[in-house]
């Protein structure tokens, strides 16, 4: 099921999907995800990054009511991270307490400025392991 609501060719993934029900046992379903749709056009250095348009990333946050469909997509960032294209989904994850309250925590990524990896003369993967340090965010997810 497609959930991004932004109608872009751009790459969206690691949901992570929680339920809970409410005091009528209904269950509302609430998902973030990671959103590349506030990347640029194009890339940044093409000689690193290929023709990828999915360099930076944002979390956005949908749910679903019983009864309605899924409300509108909500950046839940406030500043974009960098994506490595390679370990970004290891710490995505999502948790609910009751009908009305739920956090969502992801991999963050602003402070960094490069992706860790290149190309060196004879073509070969380089990996820079400092530049790949990971910051682990959360933040409470709106209704």
Not at 72 to 80: A, H, L, Q, S
């Amino acid at each position: 099921m497609t959930l991004n609501d932004d109608g872009l060719v751009r790459a969206q993934g690691y949901p992570a999907l929680e339920t809970a029900q409410d005091d009528h046992g209904r269950t509302r379903l609430r998902v973030p995800w990671e959103d590349h749709r506030r990347s640029p056009e194009g890339p940044t250095d093409p000689a690193r990054f290929g023709e990828s348009s999915n360099l930076f990333y944002d979390i956005f946050t949908t749910s679903r009511r019983p009864g309605r469909g899924w409300s509108r997509n909500t950046r839940v960032t406030d500043k974009r991270s960098i994506s490595d294209f390679l370990f970004i989904g290891d710490y995505f994850d999502l948790t609910t307490s009751g009908d009305d309250l739920a956090f969502g925590i992801w991999t963050d990524r602003r402070h960094q400025t490069s992706i860790g990896a290149h190309l060196d003369e004879n073509g070969n993967i380089v990996i820079d392991e400092a530049a790949l340090e990971d910051n682990v965010f959360g933040a409470r997810l709106r209704r």
